[in-house]
């Protein structure tokens, strides 16, 4: 890793505006805990996936529902651990949690974005990502990104992680991906070492990426608000871990490792602790740098072919997908596109030098906007904060930008051809 920036400095970003009060209430997890997790995996899946032959293209929830009533050992068991609701589940809490993500649902997807960026600078993360096709193509990132974005829409509507509800079955077909990942990874390993080595990885997809990952989604982004000056109170972060924790309970993270039942700082501190283990993974080369601009242009990319649409009448009624790339390989669209995607390249940059520090800033070669990038960073920041503060002392105005917030997402998800209903990830190793 380049001398001007260590482990540790990527580490801070997890742990908030107070790094030494956090490490001091809950130091680094010890290495050989950590080695541990990295070679348990989700057994009871896996366990499942061998047995049955299923395989990515299928319908997960319905083909396990098959298998349990006919009685497969394997499906059984695997069925009654995600029907049967952990008694410390609260239902009442996850309701507000579900509120808390519509009203902020902006600034948390921009903060998981910003944590992918950081998180090319790990060589494992590379592998699985280089080994899937993941995430590695401008063009694709978009709708990888609207994919994720799905899934966890999915969940925030009520009662939607109820079982053989939405989001449940959402969160069950996730799990089942990352299943199919880590077996074809491993069967590609088999006849090319190279692709992938279990000895010096862990296995793929294992319990500390698993729960690492969880946390991208909820500590970390929380960690984040908190140092922009967002109002996020007690009960939100306490309301929105319970809600991340049962997600990981479905997603297969074992209750034994995971840090959300011990409170945010705690969370921080294994964010930072993973990046500490994983630093001996970190590149030295351009990869790193490689991927951060796939990834923040390939968003920008979204968001300007996203313009455009709206602007036709494909944004108005659906619309086939060869009609929109007919409508977007147009010379004038091309070159509008272009121009849109070059100023949200410029504002995302801004928003993640401004997330991720000088150090990082410097190790990911993230060159500094123009003005007026800078400008549009600032007001979309500012906008945030004044949101979180009219969604605490108006709850009613607060309840409308989650509204707005909502119907945009679901137009999205229209124009991208990724719908909630429909959502099932089929992206696979090739």
């Known amino acids: ?237 306490d309301d929105y871990l319970h809600m991340w924790r049962y997600v990981s309970y479905l997603s297969g993270v074992r209750d034994e490792f995971t840090p959300l039942t011990r409170g945010i700082d705690c969370c921080a501190s294994f964010g930072y602790s993973f990046c500490l283990h994983n630093c001996v993974m970190t590149t030295t080369d351009e990869t790193p740098r490689k991927l951060a601009q796939v990834l923040l242009r390939g968003m920008a990319r979204g968001v300007a072919e996203l313009r455009a649409l709206e602007h036709t009448q494909a944004a108005k009624e659906p619309t086939s997908e060869a009609a929109k790339s007919r409508l977007l390989e147009d010379p004038k669209t091309q070159a509008s596109v272009q121009r849109v995607q070059t100023f949200a390249h410029g504002v995302l940059t801004d928003i993640a030098i401004r997330l991720i520090g000088p150090q990082c800033t410097a190790y990911l070669a993230l060159r500094r906007p123009t003005f007026g990038q800078r400008v549009a960073a600032s007001l979309l920041i500012g906008w945030w904060w004044v949101a979180s503060r009219i969604s605490y002392y108006a709850p009613w105005l607060g309840s409308l930008i989650a509204s707005v917030n909502r119907s945009r997402m679901a137009r999205i998800e229209s124009m991208t051809g990724v719908r909630m209903h429909k959502f099932d990830m089929k992206y696979e190793p090739k």
């Open 1 to 237: 890793m380049s001398l001007d920036c260590h482990a540790s400095d990527i580490g801070a970003f997890w742990l908030g505006p107070d790094p030494h009060g956090v490490l001091a209430r809950f130091p680094p997890a010890p290495m050989v805990t950590l080695d541990k997790m990295r070679l348990i995996s989700d057994d009871v899946v896996d366990a499942y996936i061998a047995a049955s032959g299923i395989t990515i293209r299928d319908d997960a929830v319905e083909r396990l529902k098959s298998d349990a009533k006919s009685g497969m050992p394997e499906a059984v068991a695997l069925w009654e651990h995600l029907t049967t609701v952990p008694e410390w589940v609260d239902q009442d809490t996850i309701k507000r949690a579900q509120a808390f993500y519509w009203r902020n649902s902006d600034l948390l997807g921009i903060l998981q974005l910003t944590t992918l960026v950081l998180g090319t600078s790990f060589a494992k993360i590379q592998k699985v990502l280089f080994s899937t096709g993941y995430l590695t193509a401008e063009r694709s990132v978009f709708r990888r990104l609207i994919e994720t974005s799905a899934w966890v829409n999915s969940m925030m509507f009520e009662d939607a992680l109820l079982p053989e509800h939405q989001g449940w079955a959402t969160t069950v077909k996730v799990r089942f991906l990352h299943g199919h990942v880590r077996t074809r990874i491993r069967k590609m390993a088999v006849k090319n070492p190279q692709v992938y080595d279990e000895k010096e990885y862990g296995v793929p997809i294992n319990q500390e990426d698993m729960i690492h990952t969880i946390l991208d989604f909820c500590s970390g982004p929380l960690m984040k608000m908190r140092a922009m000056g967002q109002l996020v109170t007690a009960q939100n972060t």
